[in-house]
């Protein structure tokens, strides 16, 4: 700003200073009209995702805020007509999450085809329990899943039947272990 003025005044200590305030000042809201232009985009709003939390009437379960992100962002897609495409799009924007969807006799069928960990699983069927109308069922299959995941089983109990048969009696969800015939 300096610059701006007659070279007369650019050597006056009251000039200066005042010129310096106003410099100060100015360069302090501009990082306030920034930061507040950041927010509006999810991928990089940090203080805002509190007020889309309570808008949207989500509990704050996790202080990570890429986690927040993915909740909100996740949120903001399963709005509308349950349809293939949403549902997929919208589980699939959790980042490590991959699945298909299928419909058959009033049946919601989801088959995950990657999966990071358990908690995202988790999330991601409480997501589309709120997202499906509730006279449609869900029915729900992994297309793998990993030995640390089956939990409660003892080796033995496992050991008679091939790999192929352990991931095809997995049903419901990781949590509640292989189905009765185990």
């Given at each position: ?24 000042k ?26 889309k ?31 293939k ?98």
């Amino acid at each position: 700003m300096l610059k701006l003025i007659h070279k007369l005044y650019r050597t006056d200590k009251v000039t200066t200073d005042i010129i310096n305030a106003l410099t100060a000042k100015l360069t302090s809201s501009e990082n306030k009209i920034n930061d507040l232009y950041k927010q509006i985009f999810l991928s990089y709003a940090t203080w805002y995702l509190d007020y889309k939390e309570n808008e949207m009437a989500i509990t704050k379960h996790s202080s990570n805020i890429d986690e927040r992100r993915n909740i909100i962002k996740t949120r903001l897609l399963g709005v509308g007509t349950a349809t293939k495409e949403m549902l997929e799009g919208t589980v699939n924007s959790v980042d490590g999450i991959t699945i298909s969807v299928g419909f058959e006799d009033m049946t919601v069928l989801i088959t995950f085809i990657h999966a990071e960990n358990n908690k995202l699983i988790t999330f991601a069927l409480d997501t589309l329990k709120e997202i499906i109308p509730y006279h449609l069922d869900l029915f729900y299959t992994y297309e793998h899943i990993k030995w640390g995941e089956l939990k409660r089983v003892i080796w033995d109990k496992v050991k008679p039947y091939t790999w192929g048969e352990v991931n095809d009696s997995v049903e419901g969800t990781v949590e509640k272990g292989l189905s009765p015939e185990f």
